[in-house]
């Protein structure tokens, strides 16, 4: 999109910090297309949808479905063909396999230089997964869930943050006081929510604004 296209406001200005360096804190800010017939639909993650997700994508007035089995096939074709597009422009050689249930599909990546794909704390595999949903219901009339994983590090990811979670709500316990996590996507903090929700010792709850947004973790 071009600067008239769209709408910017600032979440946070940042800091240059001292020499440029010391301190540093890049500018947060959210971009939003103009109505008009170059939208895009855009998805909102409240903390509510974290734990009970009900989300809903508006597609451009100018595409018409039909509610056919082929058609509905149409967009895990779609979002298939972008990953499978954006992983070979990475450079990395890798085998896609795919895995699909009532509106939910999940993508896994087996290959080499899989680390690549990662990124840090899962960073990257996450914009994929991100971007692969973007695409999937931009091409469908009702909400697809796509989960993007690579050679299971979703269920690696998973134990590490129950484990993350138990070790934090304890702190919260023993310290009294609030314990605030690192920025974490929608479905990490749901993880953290569910792993204490058992608890009646600990609440947990999200502040903060996309992409910083995160869970805190504080003693009843």
Known sequence: MTKEDVEIHTIDEGKKGFLGIF?????????KVKAGPTAI???TYEDEQEKNPSITAESNSE???????????????????FLTNVIEKMGVEAKIS??????????QVEGEQI?????KRGQTLNSLQYLTQLV????SDQYIQIVVDAENYRSRREETLNQLAEKLANQAIRTSKEVSLEPMPSYERKIIHAALTKRRDVKTYSVG????RHI?????
């Open 23 to 31: 301190g540093q804190r890049p500018a947060v800010v959210k971009v």
């Open 41 to 43: 639909s855009a998805l």
């Open 63 to 81: 595409v018409s479905f039909e509610a056919d089995e082929e058609l509905q096939q149409k967009p895990i074709e779609k979002a298939q063909q």
């Open 98 to 107: 795919m895995k699909q249930a009532g509106r939910s599909c999940t993508f």
């Open 115 to 119: 680390a690549l794909l990662i990124g």
């Open 136 to 139: 999937a219901n931009r091409h």
């Open 209 to 212: 604004e996309e992409p910083r």
């Open 216 to 220: 805190v973790i504080a003693k009843k």
